[in-house]
């Protein structure tokens, strides 16, 4: 069984990659960077044998979506991953086309688009708009994109550039950097953190949605 997780909405499928990864504990599982290999080491990869005589569970990163228009290399790769028994998850960091797709047969695909009220609401952050916002997304995932968000702006508070932002994404931050002090940005920050930090060991009688409401609230 294929199952590909892509789109511009990553943290959406990463997380959804995790999950699979996490049910999968019992088998053997094997991690491959996509970007570095070729089709012998992925052959070699998926057909070995488990040393222990488990189930295998393959996740590959980024195989497809460095190849552009090289039909014949995705045509292969693809060719090898049809024609394997393993349970196989790839995960792309954006979306891929419709050539690789199509090569895939009847893998399970799953496109993650980044809704628009997810950029409406990092853009201005508000509590009606994360209210509506959590309708349809995890606060966990929420909350995860507003730190990013927020230690960007930091970056580019600070004279660096954040990485993987194409030039409107980069013009569309710089302004809402202006908004803010880098002492704010910093104790936003900070309390996001602290945030994240007391769910995860318990010490917070809230859960993640309030605490974000009332960081909301403040700002």
């Known amino acids: 069984m294929i199952t590909l997780f892509h ?15 996490e049910a999968a504990k019992g ?22 044998s488990s040393l222990f005589g488990t189930e295998t569970v393959v996740f590959i990163e980024n195989l497809f979506g460095k190849l552009g228009r090289k039909t014949k290399l995705i045509a292969s790769l693809a060719d090898i991953l049809n024609g394997s028994s393993a ?12 050539t690789v797709v199509k090569s895939l047969g009847k893998a399970d695909i799953k496109l993650f688009k980044t809704p628009a009220i997810i950029f409406q609401f990092l853009d201005q952050p508000s509590l009606s708009l994360y209210q509506k916002l959590v309708e349809t997304e995890a ?3 929420v909350h995860s994109m507003l730190a990013k968000r927020v230690r960007q702006l930091i970056q580019i508070q600070g004279g660096v550039t954040p990485e993987g932002l194409q030039g409107w994404q980069l013009t569309r931050l710089t302004r809402q950097a202006k908004s803010f002090t880098m002492d704010g940005l910093l104790a936003m920050y900070k309390n996001l953190l602290d945030m994240e930090f007391a769910i995860k060991n318990g010490s917070s009688p809230f859960t ?3 605490l974000t409401e009332q960081f909301l609230i403040d700002l």
């Open 27 to 48: 088998k053997e599982i094997r991690t491959l960077d996509g970007r570095s290999i070729d089709p012998a080491n992925l052959t070699q990869a998926i057909e070995s």
């Open 7 to 21: 789109g511009d909405h990553v943290e959406a499928s990463r997380a959804e990659c995790t999950r699979l990864k």
């Open 208 to 210: 993640l949605k309030q």
């Open 87 to 98: 349970d196989i998850v790839l995960w792309e960091d954006k979306e891929v086309g419709a």
């Open 139 to 141: 606060p966990e995932l």
